[in-house]
Each structure stands twice: as C-alpha cells, then as structure tokens.
C-alpha cells in the first residue's frame, strides 16, 4: 500500500521529490520497498477498508491507532520504511516525516513482532555480505544503510532509533563471529 502511494503520480509526489533530493536510485527504492504515507488521518483506514483489512489488525500491527476524533493513521506525511527480519519478512515500519511534525522520524510500536532493540535495519539486504565479509558496517539511520548499499557496501545495517543492543550483537553474531561467518546459522565463539 505504502509502496503504491510512493509511485501515484499525485500522492507521491512529495515523495519522490525528497527520494531523488537524497540521490537514492530507483533500483534502491525497490529493493528497500521505499513507500508513502499520505498526510491525510484517515486514509490508512481507508485503504485498510476497501482491501477488507479489519481495523483491529491495523490497530495491532501499530499502522492505525485510536484518537479522541477515531481511529487515525500513524504514519501520516512521512516517507515509509518497511522494517524485515532476517525471514525477510516485514515485522515494522519505520517513517521520516516530510511535513512539519517535531518527531523526525517514527517506528512502528513495539509489539510482539517488533522490538526496535532487538531489530536492524536492512538486515535482510545485507545477510549475505555479512557471512561473506565476515564484518558488519552499523550506521545510525535508513538512508545512510540505503545509501552504503547503492555505492557497493552490502555488509551493511542501521539501529532502530537506539543505541546497538545486547540483542543486536547477538543477532549480528548469527553471521560474523570471530571471523568466522555462516549464513542463517548461529557462527561459533
């Protein structure tokens, strides 16, 4: 849905313009699944309406939340993120504000599919140059990952808004311990 919004000629404009702006290509969009949240309150309610989503599972899932005015959507005029676990699978998503709000950027609730302290970001791009490289590369935010990847840097992941957790560590050690790396199993040491 995100994803559709980014590419719709008249609700992603914005969008767009920011993405090209940062110098992120287009093949990074895709692989990143770079999306849009348009600024109106309830059109993740909408979109969540005509494709038969119930409200309470946009409710749980952080994208929708309960206001003194009704359910409203979380993410509103913020570039999307989708935040996948080692699975590739979609667990969160993280939003940079393109309006005028004071929180830069915004993460999906915790839950229990989303930890921000036990997450990376871009962790399933970069699971296979980690076991190759036997290193990883942690930076602070989505584009700078985004940004590592398009130049070549695949080894490459971002924290979630926090500083590199215990948890963390111990996910990165699935691929790179002590030079010795396997993907998708736990390394030894």
């Excluded at 767009?16 to 895709?30: D, F, G, L, N």
């Excluded at 929708?64 to 005015?69: E, K, L």
């Amino acid at each position: 849905v995100f994803q559709k919004a980014f590419r719709d000629d008249a609700l992603g404009r914005v969008a767009r313009e920011y993405v090209a702006r940062r110098k992120i290509a287009p093949e990074m969009v895709e692989a990143f699944a770079i999306g849009w949240a348009p600024e109106d309150g309830q059109w993740m309610r909408g979109r969540g309406a005509t494709s038969g989503v119930k409200p309470d599972l946009l409710k749980a899932a952080g994208i929708v939340a309960q206001g003194s005015g009704g359910d409203y959507s979380v993410f509103r005029g913020r570039l999307i993120f989708p935040i996948r676990d080692t699975m590739n699978r979609v667990i969160g998503f993280g939003g940079r504000t393109l309006i005028d709000d004071r929180a830069k950027y915004l993460n999906t609730a915790q839950n229990t599919l989303f930890d921000k302290g036990r997450n990376l970001y871009g962790i399933d791009q970069a699971r296979e140059a980690m076991s190759a490289s036997r290193s990883v590369v942690v930076v602070e935010g989505y584009t700078d990952c985004i940004a590592l990847h398009q130049h070549g840097v695949r080894n490459v992941v971002a924290t979630l808004g926090t500083a590199l957790t215990d948890e963390q560590v111990l996910l990165l050690r699935r691929w790179c311990v002590d030079g010795q790396c396997s993907a998708g199993r736990p390394g030894r040491g």
